[in-house]
């Protein structure tokens, strides 16, 4: 059975379709099966992974159709899109499901019903959430084994953590009591500086209870050109920092076998 992972933080600008994308592609790499679910209206992981977002919006097959049952799963699903890595994709007509979904019975399980139907046919499913609390994000949540929380290394690294474990706990009472943290993963780290080793450093006293991936992703210009050519950095520069930082992160991920 495939381990669905959401990637949330509800602050913005952390890394998060960064290591939505780049983690399913290194995990895909190494072997396995991934299916990476973009729930974000931005689209940014449909399009950080070279999917025509106007071709796929044309077609009418993306995650906004699915979950208002417009069509079927599999009509939607992107296979293979790199070697072991297929794509439900969104773009910005997403954004409009939050309005659509009100007053909806069991709005908070439509991503989960759709995911348990085909996550035999994958290791892992990985989901990209919108940075804010919303129908989309409490969907994902919701359908998760486990959730991965990057956070950056900057000033305002805690900004918004407090709200996000409040988060968790209200869908764990409430909607999903399986749910578990899978980890925190530092990311846009910069060893030249001493603002970086500090918010390492406080978010570990303040989350002693929580698991700390080991891999922190450093602040590296080949991650930020990746996107840009649609393309994930293992593909990119396969020997850049980042991409062994992702390979190592996917290492860490398989064997926490949660």
Not at 180 to 209: H, P, W, Y
Request: aromatic letters at 6%; a negative charge; charged letters at 25%.
């Amino acid at each position: 059975m495939g381990r669905i992972i959401a990637v949330a933080n509800q602050k913005g600008g952390v890394g998060k379709t960064t290591t939505t994308v780049n983690l399913a592609a290194t995990l895909a790499e190494k072997g396995k099966k991934i299916l990476a679910v973009d729930i974000d209206p931005q689209g940014n992981t449909t399009r950080g992974l070279g999917i025509n977002k106007k071709k796929v919006h044309s077609e009418g097959k993306t995650i906004y159709e699915l979950i208002l049952d417009q069509i079927e799963v599999g009509e939607c699903i992107l296979e293979d899109v790199y070697e072991n890595l297929s794509v439900i994709p969104a773009d910005v007509d997403l954004a409009g499901a939050e309005v659509e979904l009100i007053g909806r019975e069991n709005s908070s399980y439509i991503l989960k019903k759709v995911l348990t139907s085909i996550r035999d046919d994958y290791d892992f499913i990985i989901i990209d959430c919108p940075p804010s609390l919303s129908v989309l994000t409490v969907n994902a949540l919701t359908a998760a084994d486990s959730i991965l929380v990057p956070i950056q290394c900057e000033f305002f690294a805690l900004e918004g953590l407090s709200q996000l474990m409040y988060t968790i706990n209200l869908i764990q009472k409430k909607l999903n009591p399986n749910l578990v943290i899978d980890g925190i993963v530092f990311t846009m780290f910069d060893a030249r500086t001493n603002l970086s080793l500090q918010v390492v450093e406080e978010v570990k006293n303040q989350l002693r209870k929580t698991n700390i991936y080991q891999t922190i992703i450093p602040r590296n210009v080949r991650l930020g050109e990746a996107p840009s050519h649609g393309l994930p950095i293992n593909l990119y520069d396969s020997g850049s920092k980042g991409a062994e930082s992702y390979r190592l992160l996917a290492d860490e991920v398989i064997k926490r076998g949660i």
